[in-house]
């Protein structure tokens, strides 16, 4: 059983990036003309640890009265190459793991980059995006040039060839999955370029058990993508832009070969692509059409993906949908002021095949206003609305559903003062509703507001705030409310920090109080010097129940740790 493609195996890209590494010693897309004045080698790292301490009365605990914990990190770079090690050490679990096994270089001389090893490149949203591979690739990407490009080929899915190897279980599992891809941009204007760009993809067959794909219901694909990106700006105020690909997938490339009557021009593409009975075709696009002011921007947007639309170069793309929105976005009052509104509709089951449609209609609306460095404030609000109707059976208006979602948000800051000492207001309100027309009807909404005294030459503050949340579903409510206070200072300048806080919380269920909690904790963190580190916090609970219903409890955490950094 072949485990890696014979002409770009693992062991020979290694010892190509080897030979690439004593040659042309950089990385991270750094350039190579300044290799001179950096270390080839840097380590950095650290250590910590920690202890927790637990107990609860009133009920069981609800974790180990003692729990440890042991942490180690460890960053070589060479050359720009950073190799990380972690080692975690608890009492219920040891482990040790050195992720060497995700490792690349991105070197640029002239404007050539080359990537080599585990990397991520991006063409599209819709044929390359964000996908990693172990390979290489090279862009080239003068400065000033009307020309570039980009090329890679790699490893996008390991092998993993369940049962294959003695009956042993290893995983999920997967055929190798090898790609190649290229990309032409043209135009020196970043708004009036394009890009034509093909990504193709397919799995080997011989990489997992015929058994073990029939009884897990896998099989091996094929996949071609084609697209073209551009940009076009029309008029001095008015441009436009667009992301289209066409993908070609073969569900099963072990059915055979088989001549298309639709789409004939796939028949022809030799090992490009085969096509047979499991093949299929869909398109993706997306347009925006602006226009744009100093100071404002009319957008309009349209976007569909056709049902079962895949691309092997993207992680997931959405699909079944169409949409089109409208927006508009302004500045005023030198900047001071900003507002974007936004609204639209989509809908799914685009080839009608499904037994129900949604439709979708989504309305933001966002602004805020910063007169001053002392003031400010910010507003939202959101419509999201959605209806659900069988397609096939319209006449039964019992299996119409639809519901609106509303939310809105509120928030204001005022900070006054002088450099010395300063003082802040701040109120937030959150909100948001669900109705639908089944009675299934909730509410939720949060106030939080309070002031903030800080004396900055003390390195002192402290903060009280009251806390409102109410949730309400049909018949049911539940409404928490308490105050807050917390009190922070810095001593021995600045090296130790000195935390302490309190909050107590009222709950009531539908409008009866059931019990009355109170939380205090305490933090206290010391920077000894720039190696090492002192932390300690204790954390205390305490529920009072007045109802029967209602358990009373406390709760200790305490803890310690240890902080080493090289």
Known sequence: MKTYNSIFSLPSLMLFLLFFLIQLPKSQAQDIG???GNKPVTVTGGFSSQGTFYNASGIANRRDPFFWMLNGNLNINLYGIDIPISVTLTQQ?????????????????????????????????????????????????????FV?????????????????????????????????????????????????????AKDDENTVNPNVAMSSSIAPAENLVLGVVGKQQITKRIFFDIDYAFSAYTKDIRLGRSELDNYKSFNNLGNLFTPNASSQFNKAIHTNLSYRLDNYEFKLSYRRIDPEFKSMGAIFLNNDLEDITGGVSLRALQNKLTFSANGGIQ????????????????????????????????????????S????????????????????????????????????????????????????????????????????????????????????TFDTFDNLTIGPALAVNKAFLQKKMKIGVSTTMVNLYNTGILSSRNINVRLTNNYMINKHHALSFNINWLNRAALLNTVKAFTEFRGSLGYNYRF
């Open 34 to 36: 300044g290799l001179g």
């Open 93 to 145: 679990q040891r482990n040790f793991t050195q992720p060497f096994n995700q490792f690349g270089l991105s070197p640029t001389y002239k404007g050539v980059t080359a990537h080599l090893g585990y990397r991520s490149l991006n063409f599209s949203q819709f044929s390359l995006s964000g996908n990693v591979f172990l390979g290489a690739g090279i862009e080239v990407n003068p400065q000033n040039s």
């Open 148 to 200: 570039r490009g980009t090329i890679l080929y790699g490893r996008f899915v390991r092998a993993v060839p369940i049962g294959g190897i003695d009956g042993l279980v290893t995983g999920v599992p997967a055929y190798e999955r090898m790609g190649y891809g290229a990309k032409v941009g043209l135009g020196r204007n970043p708004e009036r370029t394009v890009e034509l760009m093909f990504f193709k």
């Open 388 to 471: 659900t109707r069988l397609v096939q059976v319209e006449e039964l208006d019992s299996l119409f559903y639809s519901q609106v979602t509303r939310s809105a948000g509120f928030g204001i800051n005022y900070l006054a003062g002088t450099s010395r000492v300063k003082h802040l207001l701040f109120s937030n309100l959150n909100y948001q509703a669900a109705r639908d027309n089944n009675a299934g009807n909730s509410t939720f909404y949060s106030v939080s507001s309070g002031y903030q005294y800080n004396i900055v030459p003390l390195a002192f503050n402290v903060t009280a705030s009251f806390n409102i949340n109410n949730n």
């Open 347 to 386: 809908r799914n089951n685009l080839n009608s095949d499904l037994l129900s449609r949604l439709t979708r209609g989504i309305w933001a609306l966002n602004i805020a206003y910063a007169p001053s460095q002392k003031f400010s404030m910010n507003a939202s609000y959101n419509n999201f609305a959605s």
